[in-house]
C-alpha cells in the first residue's frame, strides 16, 4: 500500500513553455501532498505543501505565479511550471500523508520523481 | 524554520564494517525523524524513523538513537553490504505549523567497498 505515481517521469521542454508534472496517490486519500526540487548531488528542498480544496503553501523564495500548484483532489495534485528555463532544469519530486492515518501521522510517502530538462 | 545538518558528507566504508551518520535539528518543537536512502535518480525510500518519545529504535543491521536534548539523531548500519552503497538522508517534522513538512539535511553519500 501507500504508492504514489508521477507523471511524466522525464520531459524535455524549450525555453518560455509550461510543463505540467501530475502526483497521484493510488491507493490512499492524501490531504496533503509535498513537492520538491532537487538539483544534481543535492538535498530535497521543499518547494510548497498542497492541500486538497485551498490554496497551496509556498516556501520562501518559491515564486507562486511560476510554480503552479492545484490539489483538486484527495488523490491528485499537479505542478505547472510557467514560462519554464534552463534554471529550471530539476528533479521534481512529490510526496503524500495518508489521510486515513489521521492528521498525526508523519510518513510521506514518495513519487518516483520527474526530471525537466529546459532546452 | 527548522534546519537541518548533515554529517559526514561522503563516508567510505569497508564491507562488513559499520556506518555512522549524524543529523542535528535547530527546532525544539520538531518530533519525528525519518531516514532516507536514495539510489541515483529514483525516489527517496524510508529505511527508518523516530519519534521524540523514543530515544533508539533498530530494525534489522539499521539503528537510529535521537539525543532530545542536544538535538541531534544518528543512523548507524552495521555489517555493510555494496548494496548499502547510495545517498542517504535525515529529516526532521514538526507539527506546530499544521503542515508536517519535511526538512532533509544536505546528505551523505555512503560507498561500500568490497
Known amino acids: 500500500g501507500a504508492v504514489v505515481s508521477q507523471h511524466p517521469s522525464w520531459v524535455i521542454c524549450k525555453s518560455g513553455t509550461s510543463v505540467k508534472i501530475e502526483c497521484r496517490s493510488l491507493?490512499?486519500?492524501?490531504?496533503?501532498m509535498f513537492w520538491y526540487r532537487q538539483f544534481p548531488k543535492q538535498s530535497l528542498m521543499l518547494m510548497a505543501t498542497s492541500n486538497e480544496g485551498s490554496k497551496a503553501t509556498y516556501e520562501q523564495g518559491v515564486e507562486k505565479d511560476k510554480f503552479l500548484i492545484n490539489h483538486a483532489s484527495l488523490t491528485l495534485s499537479t505542478l505547472t511550471v510557467t514560462s519554464a528555463h534552463p534554471e529550471d532544469s530539476s528533479f521534481y519530486i512529490c510526496?503524500?500523508?495518508?489521510?486515513?492515518?489521521?492528521?498525526?501521522?508523519?510518513?510521506?510517502?514518495f513519487g518516483p520523481g520527474t526530471r525537466l530538462t529546459v532546452l | 524554520g527548522e534546519n537541518v545538518e548533515q554529517h559526514p558528507s561522503t563516508l567510505s566504508v569497508q564491507e562488513g564494517d559499520s556506518a555512522v551518520i549524524k543529523c542535528t535539528y535547530s527546532?525544539?518543537?520538531?518530533?519525528?525523524f525519518p531516514w532516507y536512502k536514495q539510489e541515483l535518480g529514483k525516489r527517496p525510500q524510508l529505511i527508518i524513523d523516530i519519534r521524540s518519545n523514543v530515544g533508539e529504535k533498530k530494525d534489522q543491521r539499521i539503528a537510529v538513537t535521537l539525543n532530545k536534548t542536544a538535538k541531534h539523531f544518528s543512523l548507524h548500519i552495521t555489517e555493510t553490504q555494496p548494496e548499502d552503497s547510495a545517498v542517504y538522508f535525515c529529516a526532521a517534522s514538526t507539527a506546530h505549523t499544521g503542515r508536517r513538512a519535511l526538512t532533509f539535511g544536505s546528505g551523505t553519500r555512503l560507498q561500500v567497498q568490497p
Open positions: 527546532d525544539s518543537a520538531s518530533n519525528y
Open positions: 510526496s503524500a500523508r495518508d489521510r486515513q492515518r489521521g492528521e498525526g501521522t508523519d510518513t510521506q510517502y
Open positions: 491507493d490512499f486519500q492524501a490531504t496533503t
